[in-house]
């Protein structure tokens, strides 16, 4: 079986709809044979390009994201990245802000920031 690892890239010309790449990373998104690693770090980039340089609206992009992330030949972490992307929806933090948020919730960590609203969501310690 083939193994890749999804760099953003690819995935921004998919969603952006980029031919002829576009066409190739559907092939392998739609191939049950090939398994695609998706890395936090490139959700983050990804959500991020499409936000800031492609101007798309924030729903449509977590749409977007959580559809891949249904696929059944990808691999990336999935449950922290589809709560991640909830909170990026629901609130006005970035996505790398709600990542952080709920890495510090699942690992019972506070965040060190100097930004208000993130701390606030973050896990609070009792020491």
Request: with cysteine; net charge positive.
């Amino acid at each position: 079986m083939e193994e890749y690892y999804v760099d953003t890239s690819a995935l921004l010309r998919f969603f952006t709809n980029d031919e002829p790449k576009a066409s190739e990373v559907s092939a392998l998104l739609n191939n049950r044979n090939c398994v695609l690693r998706i890395p936090i770090v490139v959700v983050a980039e990804t959500v991020y390009t499409l936000r800031s340089y492609y101007k798309i609206p924030k729903g449509e992009i977590i749409n977007m994201m959580k559809e891949i992330l249904s696929l059944p030949n990808v691999r990336a972490e999935k449950t922290l990245v589809s709560v991640a992307l909830d909170l990026h929806g629901s609130s006005s933090l970035s996505f790398a802000d709600a990542l952080l948020v709920v890495l510090s919730k699942k690992h019972k960590t506070p965040i060190f920031s100097y930004d208000i609203a993130l701390n606030k969501l973050a896990y609070k310690s009792n020491g």
